[in-house]
């Protein structure tokens, strides 16, 4: 039996939060890291997601990777097909959002989709094609500082357009707020003239609405929020029993960790929370360019605090420093430095018992789960929105809480942990 739905997410935490609402919704989920080398059995599998870590990467390899997931999901025979990137639009003036849908849209023989980032529930809105993050625009939220991916403009028009050769339209929220045939007759109308349409989205229920408008899409591309209404489609026409034991993970024994490499506002909110009442180790990429700070340091210290774990490692600091270590070393080394010293610690914390882990961060997370060795993860229930619990499908089982690095409350750590008892 075909999937119904095949997804490309460009980095794993935002793979993690797209399959959160497909479970969430009745779709039995499946997150791969990567792209399978071995068979993997889909039987009981109603929707796939491919991690990638394509946001980051050169933009040519970028999509030469998002075209081998589309070949494999292409040999699994899905109804529909999903780009997946995080709902705040990160990119960059050269991609890479536009070439990857580009190059999905030709491989597919298809001239037209949707571009729906919005996420009201996570405080991402679109109205008039500009997105806001908690009612400020994009480019004075604080995403102007992301060291890797700087959003200076919030008009979402302009910014596809920049890195497409096709044009980009709008559908507004006047013609969203008249319904599904308003909003599916618009998407036809543009895709005569047009190859994307940013949509506008203030609320849940214009997810709904936008879901179930793009019904016969071959490939839909957005943030997570666009998933809420494509479940029903596939409902409507008989190929969905929504299951309601989708998210049931089995319980796993042993020490929890939380790691932290991002450096977003959230993020640094709750590493200060969590720090306050825990015992808490800074990562300095400075340090570790200069020797002063080994992985075996770090879990030396680890293993002196684990009694009164769980502990915190984090590498998460202010813009200001951020920018200065990027000065000295550049922008790629720093994160290197960061990424590779998580891994080597997490090699190591698990060989000696820890199974749960806490992750704040796209490539922190990308970093862990590959030092890991994990190919697979099943979704269970939601932590925060955007963010599930996950369980390796991998021996030995552990549980993972991949948590992008804007999302979350100011206690998600701790509600975290407390979901891994």
């Avoid at 998210?247 to 450096?263: E, F, R």
């Avoid at 808490?280 to 009694?307: C, I, M, Y």
Wanted: one cysteine or more; glycine letters at 10%.
């Amino acid at each position: 039996m075909p999937l119904l739905l095949g997804c490309i997410a460009d980095d794993i935490t935002g793979a993690s939060d797209l399959a959160s609402v497909l479970v969430a919704s009745g779709m039995r989920t499946l997150q791969l890291l990567g792209i399978p080398e071995a068979t993997v059995d889909l039987s009981e599998t109603d929707a796939v997601v491919i991690a990638l870590k394509s946001r980051t990467q050169e933009t040519q390899r970028a999509v030469g990777d998002s075209l081998q997931a589309l070949d494999w999901l292409r040999r699994h025979e899905c109804i529909q097909y999903y780009f997946k990137y995080c709902s705040t639009f990160d990119s960059t003036d050269q991609g890479n959002i536009g070439p990857v849908a580009d190059a999905l849209l030709t491989e597919m023989g298809e001239t037209f989709t949707l571009a729906c980032p919005g996420l009201p529930i996570n405080g991402r809105t679109v109205y008039n094609g500009h997105l806001f993050v908690h009612g400020v625009l994009l480019n004075e939220s604080g995403m102007e500082h992301h060291p890797l991916t700087p959003m200076r403009d919030a008009n979402l028009v302009r910014v596809l357009g920049t890195q497409t050769s096709g044009k980009v339209g709008l559908v507004n929220h006047d013609t969203l707020a008249q319904g599904i045939a308003s909003t599916r007759a618009q998407l036809r109308r543009l895709a005569v003239d047009y190859r994307y349409a940013i949509i506008d989205t203030l609320n849940a229920d214009d997810l709904i609405t936008i879901g179930h408008a793009c019904s016969d899409l071959k490939l839909v591309t957005g943030g997570s929020g666009l998933a809420l209404g494509l479940a029903d489609n596939f409902k409507a026409k008989g190929l969905l029993q929504k299951s309601h034991n989708a998210s049931k993970l089995a319980p796993v024994s042993g020490d929890a960790v939380v790691l932290s490499g991002s450096c977003s506002k959230a993020t640094r909110e709750q590493v200060e929370i969590f720090s306050a009442d825990h015992p808490s180790l800074k990562v300095d990429p400075l340090a570790l360019h200069r020797g002063d700070q080994t992985a075996e340091q770090v879990v030396h210290w680890f293993n002196a605090h684990r009694d009164q774990g769980p502990v915190l490692i984090y590498a998460t600091d202010a813009p200001e420093a951020i920018q200065q270590c990027q000065l000295e070393l550049g922008t790629e080394r720093a994160g290197a430095l960061v990424e590779q010293l998580m891994a080597n610690v997490v090699r190591r914390l698990s060989a000696l018992g820890v199974t749960k882990f806490v992750i704040a961060g796209g490539e922190t997370s990308g970093s862990v789960v590959h030092a890991l060795g994990v190919s697979a993860l099943k979704i269970g229930p939601t932590i925060a929105p955007g963010v599930p619990l996950c369980q390796t499908l991998d021996a030995p089982s552990r549980l993972l809480a991949l948590k992008s690095g804007n999302f979350g409350e100011r206690d998600f750590f701790a509600k975290a942990l407390e979901m891994m008892r």
